[in-house]
């Protein structure tokens, strides 16, 4: 490569939605402002391409042998967070896959309207500066400042303290399994299909030990993109663990325990971080997903064909998050949970039993958001087989 010694941008003319050109929007000001904040210089020569799409809302800087890659935001009326985000997935996977070594990779705010400052916005820009994003003019458009994650911990908490305005929204989860290794759980379709390379990315910035990446494919095994695998394989520390609803058919005809990530998947998705729902522990090493129609029985159902019995064995209403105790002490029987959400010990244990299942159990009554219609009929199933 050459050395500019004039910053030089590149941008692709043509939008991917919205049939506006970029040509348009990013104006001289707008160009000068940017090169200004990412090289010193005000001068600049800028080169709009016609052909293909500008996929990362992208404009690419060169300038005395670095190459920066310029994410934008939408501009004008902001539409929703996903959009907001998706496109600078794309830009920081380019980015990763850029082989020169001086490379940068920044995001500009175009002048825009709505708020960019919630819950699932600051979550994200954090995720974006933890991934090395560098904000140009973030003091113009937002009140608070930017602060990357330190530890996987930190990033799981911010994650789940602005989960419920990410409900029911396929999202992508973050966990520690049993052994304590960071697990991503993301599903290879829809919306938030981006997320899994990012949180990839972040992950493998925080960690330098195993980061595991369960893909929830829709049917069979439709990977994620295919720039986003590539990257995702070139983060040494990232293992991805595929698995589609055939490959946990095949578990659930083999084993009474079924090991299934999308039951896990479905439960982060209704309950939450791991947290014992009896004892409130939240050590994910010691956290388990308690099926509450124990998979043994479903299995012994004959009337069911099988494709049901798995949809039932991989219900999120259909599970819990229970400790090892109360795991082991709901499943032989010695903690009961009537429909009303009531624990109970089971009235013919020995007084020293129930003492000390009292002592370890503050929890009484089930949250209620657990009580759901579907957990009921889990629940009814369970009993009624017993
Ligand atoms: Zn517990």
Redesign the pocket.
Same mark, same amino acid.
């Given at each position: 490569m050459t050395k500019r010694t004039v910053p030089h941008f590149t941008i692709k003319r043509r939008a991917q939605k919205g049939g506006y050109l970029y040509s348009d929007i990013l104006t001289p000001e707008i160009l000068r402002d940017v090169c200004l904040r990412v090289t010193g210089c005000d001068e600049y020569t800028c080169e709009f391409i016609d052909g293909g799409y500008n996929k990362g809302r992208l404009a690419i800087l060169e300038y005395q042998g670095t190459i920066t890659y310029v994410s934008f935001s939408e501009a004008g009326k902001i539409e929703g967070r996903n959009s907001f985000f998706q496109s600078l997935t794309t830009a920081l996977v380019g980015y990763y896959r850029e082989e020169r070594e001086q490379k940068r990779i920044c995001f500009y705010f175009l002048p825009l309207e709505g708020n960019v400052e919630g819950p699932y916005f600051r979550f994200m820009y954090r995720v974006m500066a933890t991934a090395g994003v560098e904000f140009l003019n973030d003091d113009d458009f937002l009140k608070q400042k930017i602060y990357p994650f330190i530890t996987t911990d930190d990033l799981i908490a911010a994650r789940h303290s602005n989960r419920s305005s990410n409900r029911g929204n396929n999202s992508t989860y973050i966990t520690k399994g049993s052994s304590g290794v960071p697990q991503i759980y993301g599903k290879t379709y829809g919306a938030s299909k981006k997320e899994a390379a990012l949180l990839c990315i972040v992950l493998s910035h925080l960690t330098p030990s195993r980061v595991e990446l369960y893909e929830i494919c829709e049917q069979d095994l439709s990977e994620l993109p295919k720039p986003d695998l590539e990257v995702i394989r070139k983060l040494s520390n990232v293992e991805i663990i595929p698995t589609s609803l055939s490959m946990e058919r095949v578990s659930f005809e083999r084993d009474d325990k079924l090991r299934s990530a999308r039951f896990i998947y479905n439960l982060l998705a209704k309950l939450g971080p791991k947290k @014992?729902a009896?004892?409130?522990?939240e050590i994910p090493e010691l956290i388990n997903g308690a099926h509450i129609w124990p998979v043994a029985d479903i299995k012994r159902q004959p009337a069911l064909d099988t494709a049901l019995k798995l949809e039932y064995a991989l219900d999120g209403d259909n599970g819990l998050w229970? @400790?090892e105790?109360?795991h082991k002490l709901f499943d032989e029987g010695f903690l009961l949970i009537d429909r009303s959400g009531k624990i109970e010990c089971r009235s013919d244990l020995e007084e020293k039993t129930k003492e000390y299942i009292t002592a370890?159990t503050p929890v009484t009554h089930l949250d209620p958001g657990i009580l759901t219609p579907r957990f009921d009929d889990y629940l009814q199933k369970r009993y009624e087989i017993k």
């Open positions: @014992c009896l004892c409130g522990c229970l @400790c105790n109360h370890i």
